[in-house]
């Protein structure tokens, strides 16, 4: 995974994002194995939803999550792709044995 470092993306507050399965990280922000884990999740992700199905999903499910969780923290946990992603980081091995489209199964609370 290509890191790029710089101190424009992500936005203050944030310290890395993945665009395309390139992973822009804030300044001097510390990746660690289980950050750069959860961003190789999305990066699988992204593929299989063919890019900008991804982006525009993910929005959509925010802003969701946004009007059921009335806040922009919880709303972004708990959108399907990052509670896959925080719910496997921790697993190394999770790639190599992960469904395509593993994210379903977490959009209505029934996996965490």
């Known amino acids: 995974m290509k890191i790029i470092r710089?101190?424009?993306i992500?936005?203050?507050g944030y310290k890395a994002i993945n665009l395309f399965g390139i992973l822009f990280v804030r300044g001097n922000a510390r990746i660690d194995d289980i950050t750069l884990n959860h961003e190789k999740i999305h990066?699988?992700?992204i593929?299989?939803?063919l890019g900008i199905i991804f982006y525009i999903w993910y929005v959509i499910e925010w802003f969701i999550r946004l009007f059921v969780f009335k806040?922009?923290?919880y709303a972004y946990r708990n959108i399907s792709f990052?509670?896959?992603?925080y719910s496997n980081d921790k697993d190394q091995d999770y790639l190599?044995?992960?469904k395509r489209f593993a994210f379903i199964q977490y959009l209505y609370g029934n996996k965490r």
């Open 6 to 8: 710089n101190n424009i």
């Open 10 to 12: 992500p936005f203050s």
């Open 43 to 45: 990066t699988a992700q």
């Open 47 to 49: 593929k299989e939803m």
């Open 71 to 73: 806040g922009r923290k």
């Open 82 to 85: 990052e509670r896959e992603a």
């Open 96 to 98: 190599n044995t992960r």
